[in-house]
């Protein structure tokens, strides 16, 4: 008797593969909507019916049914008998409440402050300018300022894929030899307070905004931190606290041009003594067509900062030297970041 064949995967053709890249905006929109209603969470302890979620999220239910069936599609829900939904393992990273959540990042990603600027891409393709400032007419840190709601959505997203990306500089960094680590531009705290948890005889300052700053005390005591650290806020380009040991930027310097990110450095540099360090953790774009998240993370810097960009090695370098610190060495973390080390030059 013959063997049955097994049948071989059929590997998906250019045509398909290129048809769901053009189609992704479909997906990171659903996404979004089914975060900004609250269904993940909703649907924390198992599977329920569409029409019992619909009531308690206060939506139509043809067109909950209709979104939870296309997230389904690409293996987020699960749909069952009588319209049963329920969460797979990695829909349940989409939880408000999970350890890995990326919950605040998809609903920002979706968020009117983004959508609308990404929409006019192109703009900022021919004139080099982020299309931000052309949509809402202003740039887009003064927006946030001005707008609370768009600014928590803000704020939540960088908390969400902070979580990951601080467990990993952390864990990638020995802090050797910092008594005190100032974190400029700090948001909410998770970056520092990561830290701090780890390094416990470390001292911590956070630096931001008077409006950002103000989250970061929950964060700080929900870590068990808050004896250790204290919080100032201010103008980076200005002036910082003196008397750390190093200072470190997480997602900050590529919100810049060159000049405005070698002015802050610049601030870093009258900040620190002789011996300080500053530590930049951010996407560091590898040569040729390696693929890398940072590289289409630049498409956004493009659109919607102050002429921000993701840079390379030489590039971060280049900034550095402007500032009078010499890079030391590149290290390489467990997510798409990496942390840069530079001295006193």
Not at 56 to 67: F, I, K, Q, T
Not at 200 to 208: A, C, H, I, P, S
Not at 253 to 273: E, F, K, M, V
Request: net charge positive; proline share 4%; with cysteine.
């Amino acid at each position: 008797m013959a063997k049955r064949r097994r049948k071989t995967a059929v590997p998906p053709s250019a045509s398909d593969t290129l048809f769901q890249m053009v189609i992704g905006k479909w997906i990171s929109q659903a996404i979004g909507t089914v975060v900004e209603i609250g269904l993940p969470d909703l649907l924390a302890k198992g599977a329920r019916r569409c029409s019992d979620l619909a009531r308690e999220a206060g939506v139509s239910e043809d067109g909950l049914y209709r979104l939870l069936r296309a997230l389904a599609s690409v293996g987020l829900f699960v749909e069952g008998a009588d319209r049963r939904f329920k969460l797979t393992t990695t829909g349940q990273l989409l939880r408000s409440d999970h350890p890995q959540s990326i919950a605040g990042y998809a609903r920002f990603t979706a968020h009117d402050s983004t959508w609308r600027p990404w929409g006019q891409l192109s703009y900022s393709v021919k004139t080099g300018l982020p299309a931000f400032d052309r949509v809402f007419g202003m740039p887009v840190f003064e927006y946030f300022s001005r707008n609370p709601e768009a600014a928590a959505v803000f704020d939540d997203a960088m908390t969400s894929i902070s979580t990951t990306e601080a467990r990993a500089a952390a864990d990638a960094y020995g802090f050797d030899g910092i008594e005190t680590l100032l974190d400029v531009a700090g948001g909410h705290g998770l970056l520092l307070a990561t830290i701090l948890r780890q390094h416990k005889r470390m001292r911590g300052v956070l630096f931001d905004l008077p409006h950002v700053a103000a989250g970061a005390a929950a964060t700080f005591a929900r870590t068990g931190v808050t004896a250790r650290v204290r919080v100032e806020s201010g103008d980076f380009f200005r002036e910082l606290p003196s008397g750390a040991d190093a200072i470190i930027m997480k997602h900050i310097i590529h919100d810049w041009d060159d000049d405005s990110a070698t002015r802050i450095l610049q601030t870093c540099h009258r900040a620190l003594g002789s011996k300080g360090k500053v530590l930049i953790v951010d996407a560091v774009l590898p040569p040729g067509n390696t693929p890398h998240f940072g590289k289409l993370l630049d498409l956004e810097m493009l659109a919607l900062t102050p002429r921000g960009r993701e840079r390379t090695r030489a590039e971060f370098a280049k900034l550095l030297r402007g500032a009078g610190f010499k890079l030391s060495r590149v290290i390489a973390t467990a997510g798409p970041l990496s942390i840069l080390e530079a001295v006193n030059a």
